[in-house]
């Protein structure tokens, strides 16, 4: 899976995926942005929504019928430090309808321990590289 992201000037950034889909990103004003996208970090913590949304909602497909809302929230709490990533992250599932409580708890579960990749992927060991001018360059640090 590749994701091709390019720079529109400023802070802006448009990738698109394999999917086609266009995502626009941007940063506030506080980082020189003028914030006509997405954060980055808002994007990570909609794709762990995202993600343990489409799991839970795999899992309870045969009770999907008796559910009339699904609704997740993402906090996240970040390092005062730089860089300032996530240290915390509280997935809330706000669900009405006519389900049991240890039915969606088993489909949490199940998507947080066996199913969501991108909750999964923040542990990844993340690489770069750096084509300049065309040509591959070393990590010079």
């Known amino acids: 899976m590749k994701v ?3 720079w529109n000037g400023q802070r802006a950034f448009t990738a698109t995926g394999d999917s086609g889909y266009e995502i626009n990103m941007d940063a506030t004003a506080a980082y020189g942005g003028e914030g006509k996208g997405v954060t980055p970090t808002e994007m990570l ?5 995202g993600c343990i949304g489409i799991d839970v909602t795999m899992i309870l497909k045969p009770h999907l019928d008796a559910i009339t ?7 996240g709490t970040r390092k005062e430090e730089l860089p300032k990533g996530f240290n915390a992250i509280a997935v809330t599932f706000a669900i009405d309808g006519n389900i049991d409580a240890k039915k969606v708890w088993r489909a949490i579960n199940l998507g947080k321990q ?3 990749a991108v ?5 990844a060991d993340i ?7 065309g040509e591959d360059t070393e990590n010079i640090y």
């Open 4 to 6: 091709q992201t390019k």
């Open 69 to 75: 809302k699904i609704e997740i929230e993402t906090d």
């Open 45 to 49: 913590l909609a794709s762990v929504a």
């Open 114 to 116: 066996k199913y969501c």
């Open 119 to 123: 909750s999964d992927s923040l542990k």
């Open 127 to 133: 690489s770069f590289h750096l084509i300049l001018n």
